[in-house]
Each structure stands twice: as C-alpha cells, then as structure tokens.
C-alpha cells in the first residue's frame, strides 16, 4: 500500500490517500484541542498512545461484531482505514451526567443516568457542534432515518462491549462520541476511539483520566492515557 498526499488535516490527526481507492492512513499526531480548537497544545507521545489505544478498541469492537473501518496499524502513529463517506453526525452516549449535559440542564456532575442518554450533534467547529436531532438531520440532508436508527443501535451496542472492558479496569465509562460514515452501502464506525473522545473515571476515586484533564487544566494528559490503556491491556511498546 503507497502512502499518497495529505487529503485533510485535522485538529488531532492527518488523512491521507493511498494508491487503493477504498483505503486511507490515518496519522494521530501530537496535537491536542478542546473547545472546538481554541485550546491547543502539542502532548508527547499522544499520537502514539490514541494510535495504540484506538487499534486495541476498534479490535474489541470487531469481536463483538460491530463493523468498524479499522484495517491495521501501520507504525506508532498510523493507521489504515476503510476510506467512509463520512456523516457529519457526531452520536453520543452518557452513562453519568459530566460536561454540556450539566451545564445544559443544570444537572449534578455524577449523577447516574438510567437508561442512559444518546444525543446527536452536528459536526461543525464554526457552530461550536451544536446539539441536533433526528428531523433536522433528515430535513437537511445529513443523514436518513434509516441511518440514524442504524447508528444509534451501533453506539448503544458499543456501550454494553465497552461499559464492561472499563469496568474490569476499574473505570467508569463516562460518556463517549463516536462518528459514522458509510462505505459501499454500509453504516460504519470511523474515526477514533481513545481517550481524547469519552470520559472515564476511576471507578473508586473518581479521577477524572481522559480529554478532561486538558480541558481543566488538570495535568498528567498522557500519562492518565496511559493508564487506562495498561488497565485494559493496550500494549505501548
Ligand atoms: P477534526 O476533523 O474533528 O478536527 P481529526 O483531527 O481527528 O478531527 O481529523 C480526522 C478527520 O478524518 C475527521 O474529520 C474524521 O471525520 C475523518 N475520518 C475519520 N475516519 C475516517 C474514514 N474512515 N474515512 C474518511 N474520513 C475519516
Ligand atoms: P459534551 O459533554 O461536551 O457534550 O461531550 C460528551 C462526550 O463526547 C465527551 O466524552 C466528549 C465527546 N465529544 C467529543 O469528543 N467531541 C465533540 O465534538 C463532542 C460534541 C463531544
Ligand atoms: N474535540 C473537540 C475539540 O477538539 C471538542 C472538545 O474536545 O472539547 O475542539
């Protein structure tokens, strides 16, 4: 497989075209962003540990049967991915209220959610991501019904394999976005799974050890990314 030119560049990783049509390479740099890219700072070996850490879930979630466009690591800090159309559509699950569920609804951070939440918000930093649904989704042409009832039944289904996985690491899955797109007519889970996209929380002492710790300052970035990946059995090195 030939690594080709660069076709985007996020805030957080690189894509890039390769000599197969239906394949891309994503490259997980050092970069870190919050607040839709207003806060920023390059984090050693992040690109690194996401990269690791993203291939170790993707795996998981193959297993459990769910399809994902993940088709091999290909160093430190790259990928290769089945090349989505993707759905500007970011779903998200909560398990524990944290984050723009509180502040929207003056809810408690903490507070258990039962059954637990799922949201849509669209994918646009301009727009700050806001928070959509179903009817402006379809009224805009930014998914079908039928796509978002597929996408909605696939991240409930990576909530129960992950709930678990975390859960036998001490940790308390949070909450977690997750992007879809399509290829060749089917709903696939693209993007990343790592700790710069969920919140997990020590299960005992409720540490926060995700994107939180850069959002608020907190310290200890990678090395919390780290730790959740040794708990789980993510190799490093
Ligand atoms: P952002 O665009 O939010 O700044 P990143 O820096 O993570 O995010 O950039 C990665 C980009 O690649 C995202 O826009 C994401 O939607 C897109 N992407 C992820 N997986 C795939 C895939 N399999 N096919 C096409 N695009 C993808
Ligand atoms: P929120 O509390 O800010 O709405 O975020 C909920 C979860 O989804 C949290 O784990 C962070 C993640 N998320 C992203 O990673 N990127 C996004 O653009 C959004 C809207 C949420
Ligand atoms: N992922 C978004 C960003 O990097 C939102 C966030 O994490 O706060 O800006």
Known sequence: MEKR?????????SVYVTDDPDRLILHFRDDTSAFDGQKKEALARKGMVNNKFNAFIMGK??????PTHFDGLLSDTECMVKKLDMIPVECVVRNVAAGSLCRRLGVEEG??????TFELFLKNDEQHDPMINESLAETFGWATPEQLAEMKALTFKV???????FKDGDMLLVDYKLEFGVFHGQIVLGDEFSPDGCRLWDANTREKMDKDRFRQGLGGVIEAYEEVGRRIGVAFD
């Open 5 to 13: 030119e660069a076709l985007y560049a996020g805030k957080a990783k």
């Open 61 to 66: 979630l193959e297993e459990a049967g769910i």
């Open 111 to 116: 507070r258990e959610l039962t059954p637990p």
């Open 159 to 165: 909530n129960v394999v992950l709930k678990q996985l």
